[in-house]
């Protein structure tokens, strides 16, 4: 009976897990960019910001949709 009602649980989607992938794997492109080119990509001026408020942003995501990752049983 149990068994029955894991099947059936179904699990909702939880957006943190792909925004936060998505950021890093921007910002990795980002850095890649800079160091693999002979001028700067974008400067420090506008890196330094851009990541602090994404940093920012992806913690909003993870803490709006933490109820998502919840496990309760």
Do not use: H, W
Not at 36 to 57: H, K, N
């Amino acid at each position: 009976m149990a068994d029955r009602e894991r099947a059936k649980k179904r699990y909702r989607f939880d957006p943190a897990g792909p925004v936060t992938g998505l950021f890093f794997l921007v910002l990795a492109g980002l850095f890649l960019s800079d160091g693999l080119s002979e001028t700067d990509g974008v400067p420090a001026t506008v890196l330094v910001p851009v990541v602090l408020i994404g940093l920012g942003l992806v913690g909003t995501v993870r803490v709006l949709t933490r109820s998502r990752r919840r496990n309760l049983r």
